[in-house]
């Protein structure tokens, strides 16, 4: 995980946050949401996010995680202007559109973020 969320190697034994966020598809809907989270997921930061499916039955189907270097990092990635552009690269209207593609194929989904302290 180190290796694919790009940490440096000074920053693997320090702080960051990090936003968990897992899913389960409404019925017949696993692959339209597996599809939708893999570009969601490709307009965030490179390196930054991960996807993880779960193939042996849990509450969840889907996790993903997304890193930030600090709260700051967070709060520029929420009001980020390059979003809209990053997010029609992957063929959504907008970034808002991504939530919606997602509500339309997830059953439950739930965040949480995770602060990593010094």
């Known amino acids: ?19 968990a966020a897992y899913y389960t598809a409404l019925a017949g809907h696993h692959k339209a949401l597996e599809d939708v989270l893999k570009l969601d997921l490709a307009t965030a930061r490179p390196g930054s996010a991960l996807l993880f499916e779960h193939v042996q039955g849990a509450p969840w ?29 992957q063929g959504f209207a907008d970034a808002a559109d991504i939530g919606l593609q997602l509500r339309l194929h997830a059953g439950s989904h739930h965040d949480n973020v995770l602060g990593r302290e010094q």
């Open 61 to 89: 189907e889907y996790l993903a995680i997304y890193r930030y270097a600090s709260w700051l990092e967070l709060a520029a990635a929420e009001s980020d202007s390059s979003a809209d552009d990053r997010a029609r690269a």
């Open 1 to 19: 995980m180190q290796k694919a969320l790009a940490l440096p190697k000074e920053a693997q034994g320090s702080g960051g946050v990090y936003v």
